[in-house]
Nanobody, 126 residues
């Protein structure tokens, strides 16, 4: 069992930065591939970024490439999402997700994840 708690969301002006954190409880974190997803009003939940259990491999949605960076610290049971050059269209609830794996890859689809946090709101004003 893995429990996830996101933090770091808030209100920021366009062009600004935020860093989201996702703290995981339980011993299984180092056996989990992790992902950040977001869901805007009236939209489906979509991938923002994903990272392998070792942190070596990562993937990003085209809309955030070059602006967002996903990273993890297995010693702290935490995954991060650094968000720079934020745009109003980045406004959404951001969710952290985890999936138990023994492989070295990342996962892109919500259905591939076993555990979810409650989400943190990110609002970017123009």
């Amino acid at each position: 069992q893995v429990q996830l708690v996101e933090s770091g969301g808030g209100l920021v002006q366009a062009g600004g930065s935020l860093r989201l954190s996702c703290a995981a409880s339980g011993r299984a974190f180092s056996n989990c591939a992790m992902g950040w997803f977001r869901q805007g009003p009236g939209k489906e939940r979509q991938l923002v970024a994903a990272i392998s259990l070792s942190g070596v491999a990562a993937a990003y949605a085209d809309s955030v490439k070059g602006r967002f960076t996903i990273s993890r610290d297995n010693a702290k049971n935490t995954v991060y999402l650094q968000m720079n050059s934020l745009k109003p269209e980045d406004t959404a609830v951001y969710y952290c997700a985890a999936t138990l794996t023994s492989g070295g890859t990342y996962y892109l689809e919500p259905v591939e994840y076993d555990y979810w946090g409650q989400g943190t709101q990110v609002t970017v004003s123009s």
